[in-house]
């Protein structure tokens, strides 16, 4: 089984930043793409960016130019980088790794969540 650990979260300022990290561990053979959502209160979950294997990446509009996801193999861990964030960032954020387990079984599994809240 394969567990996700999100890290990173918290309060900032309109303008300020933060990276948030999210480790994957247990029985992992491969991971391949991986990415980072948000959950707003009274919204749906949404894609803020994801990255393949080979590192290339996609954003969503609203992050283009302040976010940068970036990933660590050998750690199987995937960050992401924000910069000058809104108010309007403030969501949970939660990670997401697919891969392949040492069974051979393909996985697919989300983080716990992390608040990020933004003030004006």
């Known amino acids: 089984q394969v567990q996700l650990v999100e890290s990173g979260g918290g309060l900032v300022q309109a303008g300020g930043s933060l990276r948030l990290s999210c480790a994957a561990s247990?029985?992992?053979?491969?991971?391949?793409?991986m990415g980072w959502y948000r959950q707003a209160p009274g919204k749906q979950r949404e894609l803020v960016a994801s990255?393949?294997?080979?590192?290339?990446?996609n954003y969503a509009d609203f992050v283009k130019g302040r976010f940068t996801i970036s990933r660590d193999n050998g750690k199987n861990t995937v960050y992401l980088q924000m910069n000058s964030l809104k108010p309007e960032d403030t969501a949970v954020y939660y990670c997401?790794?697919?891969?392949?387990?040492?069974?051979?079984?393909?996985?697919?599994?989300w983080g716990q969540g992390t608040q990020v809240t933004v003030s004006s």
């Open positions: 997401n790794v697919r891969g392949l387990e040492r069974n051979l079984r393909l996985f697919d599994t």
């Open positions: 247990g029985s992992i053979l491969r991971t391949n793409d």
């Open positions: 990255i393949t294997s080979g590192g290339n990446t």
